[in-house]
């Protein structure tokens, strides 16, 4: 919220994703920063009466490429600041900011992104600066941020932190919902397949959103089964997922073990998704939480919206796996 709200000129991408650790109390930042040739140029107008015109005047190339500078360094500072600042509950120890510019390469003619900054600042030691008095790329390198001389020359350099994106449990899903149709029990589907159908359903509904689903290796030890890393700045984050294939009504022990999960991973948001439906006791556990429990009606109504069709018999999946 603190960087939705945040004010900037059009120019500005205003893209930015980020990973807090619990553990450390660091957030991690990755923020997408201005183009140089983003920058508007046109220093004044001035309107000449005996010619009845007006005439322009712009920066120099030199002026240009100091200001784009300056801009960096104040972006970074500012972020750091803003965070910082509203982190009431005092759950930061330090934030780490990584400046993103996506251009176009000439040397290949392509759009790359490059990390062309990094800063790690600890609360202790930012908010003791007086901001309004700094030079920013003074007060940049005084904190011991990572950047080229001239950050108009666009040389990446490698982050301080970067979002943990690889885990060893990630792995290639593979797909499971096209082989379904309105004759196919899902409380009877072999526990590996249910876990890779939840994965490839939530994979097609967090793409619409422009999220990244992470498959996890399926272990059937009530782990994480898949993780969500979706972009949006109010509602996103990262978001674990489980999925039950059970026959009997969910307890309540099921969503304290994910609530656990939750907390270990550092996420913001839990996702419980079974084929039977939940005790009263397993509800009113997750009230307040942010945790969403789906049951099998969830579920196929999740499947419909896709374009697939199933059914859930509990009777029957009871007999085909007895107790």
Known sequence: MVLARSKYPDFFPQSYEIE??????????????????????????????????????????????????SVLYQTSLRTIHELFAADQGGLLDAVVFNGLVTSVDPAIGKETSKCILSLQASKEEFMEINLGGVEPRACFRKLKG?????????????????????????????????????????????????????????????????????VTRASRDGGVDAVVFDPDPIHGGKIVIQAKRYTNTVGVSAVRDLYGTLVNEGANKGILVSTADYGPDAYEFAKGKPITLLNGANLLHLLDKHGHKARIDLKEAREAFPE
Do not use: C
Request: avoid cysteine.
């Open 20 to 69: 807090y650790n619990p553990v450390n109390r660091i957030l991690i930042v990755d923020y997408a920063l201005p183009p140089l040739d983003s920058l508007p140029t046109l220093k004044e107008v001035r309107y000449i009466a005996s010619r009845d015109e007006f005439v322009e005047k712009r920066l120099t190339e030199r002026q240009v490429k100091d200001l784009y500078d």
């Open 146 to 214: 990572v950047a080229s001389s001239e950050l108009h020359s666009m040389t990446p350099i490698a982050p301080i932190l970067q979002l943990e994106r690889e885990d060893r449990r990630f792995v290639q899903s593979y797909a499971v919902a096209d082989g379904l149709d309105s004759r196919t029990n899902l409380a009877a589907m072999d526990w590996e397949d249910f876990e890779h159908l939840i994965r490839e359903l939530f994979e097609k509904e967090f793409a619409e959103r422009g999220g990244e689903v992470k």
